[in-house]
């Protein structure tokens, strides 16, 4: 490597889709960097003898390792670094808080200009994309035990934990309840953020290992844990995600045109509804599109409905800009591409026209008082400052709960006070012998690596347990 | 891929499918579903279980042709495939010994409703079936549903089989003239189910209904199937579908089922021009009835 005289400060930026194109279709915005510019943007990277980038990484990605081979050009040895800590770098790359995680810590953070983790991660799962040859050479021949793991969900916890279970040679069998695998990766993140052949390429390498996917079969129904586990599984990793949707509580949130964030995002998504008619499902957005609440998911939200049409889509949020949770990049995004915010508001209620469908919202001003349980100030709502804002389509996103199909079904399983199953952080066991879980099931809705995490340690104690259980 | 492997045209309007799915037929019980998904671009959509066959390995369901999916659907012949077939969905009837029992049906209901009829019997219950129908040619299945109950009446909205009109219509009468009942269950088109509904009321009869609303995943994972029971909001995917009558928000259920009306008849337009060849070679050239 070439020696580095001094700091280079300037992040190398990422060619996006100019804002007012892409506000009007769904492919992808951040196009990612051509082969010079990641070179330049890894060339940055310092090889800190106690690189800080790793330890914000909740799977310890070897982060100067993989970016040193970019900068002497050994792509096959980034992919294997890469890949021996995180098997979905497409989608990490992308989609991960970097901001919040390992470009955080890195050590040029304090200089105002983190190495490009995520991009450069991304660099590379593009990379292996493109010359699917050389992953085909490093899988080598896998030899089946005779132990056999089932695992409920596809999401990033359960991917994770199939092909860390099937590399180790267990017969695994992935039980979907949806007609895709891949989860929230699937059916909530829209195309234009994380393209829908990125996650089919990461379930296809899954298969490839020899992992069974099971799909329209909802555990609890068409066969409950306890059946799993009489007929023929060791074990069972629960990875069902939080998928139950929250709404306001508040009068008129039944009307029509008032989305559950989920609904509004799996029409588009996984059903394609942004097709329609050439796709079945239909979706109706009309001009105005009022979203609730300032996490990724309203931020998802919004920049879809922009994108099926809206003219005016506003972000209603009851706090202020520094209490947001999403991602500053998405929120970047979707202000650029014209998304309107209206902060310190709050609904009361919506009101409906004859025929039932959604008109307006009552909405009222915020003010912030002293901090709450979650340590961010509480909201207070102003006397007398109601307004009402005419809109043609709702989507509340706040938020998803544990759905409670699997614990509703399932002998024995301990919960928490908030519905999630009873989980050892490190192990991933739960209360109930020979069951596993991890993801936003055991978090509460989280984040994909940290469920990918998850997976991977559950892998790692399932294949403990088995392998001494004989 | 799920194989039908028969099929038959009840009525003009209605279809009858025999589906190969073994590990439904294995777990379903009366009052369940399943969401089906004809094909790649198909959307996702409801239908009630109306048999199960545990040794062959498949299930029944029998469905009225509305609209794009369902249209898809009836055109497809034995031997063809399902893209999806998830289930069995939504929680099962609750069935117990209540003494004197009464079930109505109309159009798809027929299905269901005879599957609960035989569970009912099996636990000891009296059953008075009662069907309704448009007229004579869309009645079908009076044999099956005679086989199973203990009466059956049949109530044709020409007028043509007795005085009533309307399944409710009788439901009062019979009630009026001192009958007792202890749980009434229907099933079928929105009027029916809330129309018994409210026939039913002034005497207090449990009466359990089987919602219809639009559904997306069925696992509860949307919320488009909510429905409003006594003031509170449920999903009817994973809370139901069934429901006491008497709480059901009929007015919410009715304007959240039209919620896609023009962009459902546009669907069904498009897709009619796509397959004029299809559909002329179906044998009956089906109709489009309203169930709400
Ligand atoms: C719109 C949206 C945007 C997001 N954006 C980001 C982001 O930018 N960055 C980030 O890091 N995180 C993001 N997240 C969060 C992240 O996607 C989740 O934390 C992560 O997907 C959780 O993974 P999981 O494997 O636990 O579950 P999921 O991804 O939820 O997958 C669970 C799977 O299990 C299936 N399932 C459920 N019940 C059953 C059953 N009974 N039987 C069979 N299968 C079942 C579900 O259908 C689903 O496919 C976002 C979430 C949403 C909703
Ligand atoms: C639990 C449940 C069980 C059902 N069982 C049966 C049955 O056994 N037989 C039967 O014929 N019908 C049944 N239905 C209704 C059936 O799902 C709809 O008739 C069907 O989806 C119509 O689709 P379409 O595209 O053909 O018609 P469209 O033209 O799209 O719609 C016609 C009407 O059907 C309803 N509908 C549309 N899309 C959906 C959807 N995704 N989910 C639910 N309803 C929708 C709407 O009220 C709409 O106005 C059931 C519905 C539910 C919720
Ligand atoms: S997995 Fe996520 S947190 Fe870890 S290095 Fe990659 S982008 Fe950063
Ligand atoms: S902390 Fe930053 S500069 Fe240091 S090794 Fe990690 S990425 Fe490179
Ligand atoms: S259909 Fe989605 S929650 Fe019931």
Redesign the pocket.
Known sequence: MAEKSKLNLNRVPIPKQAPEVRKRNFNEVALGYADEKALEEASR????KK???KEGCPVNVD??EF?KAIEEGNMPEAVRILKSKNSLPGICGRVCPQESQCEMT???AKKGA??A?GRLERYVADWERAHPEITKQQKGQISFNDKKVAIVGSGPAGLTCAADLAKLGYRVTIFEALHVAGGVLMYGIPEFRLPKIIVQGEVDYVKSLGVEIKLDNVIGKIATVDELLENGFDAVFLAPGAGAPMFLDIPGENLSGIYSANEFLTRTNLMKAYRFPEYDTPIQVGRRVAVFGAGNVAMDASRCALRLGAEEVYIVYRRSKAEMPARLEERENAEEEGVIFKLLTNPSKFLGDERGRVKAVELHEMELGEPDASGRPRPIRKPGSEFIMEIDTAVPALGTRPNPIIPSTTRGLKLTKWGTILTDEVTGRTSKDRVWCGGDMATGAATVISAMGAGRRAATDIDTRLRNSN | MYKILKREVLVPNTVYLKVEAPEIARKAKPGQFVILRVDEVGERFPLSLTGWDKKEGAVEVLFLIMGRSTMKLSSLGEGDCIMDVVGPLGRPTEIESYGNTMCVCSTFGVGPAITLVKALKEKGNKVVSVMEAKDETYLFWEDRLKSVSDETHVVLGDGSRGKHRQASQFVKEYLESGNKLDRIFIFGRVFTMMECSQATKPFGVKTIVGLTPIMVDGTGMCGCCRVSVGGETKFTCVDGPEFDGHLVDWELLIKRKRAYLIEEARAFDLWQLDNLRRIAELSELPERVSVV
């Open positions: 990277c310092i090889a800190c690189p800080g980038c982060i100067p970016i890195c050590n040029l983190p190495i983790i």
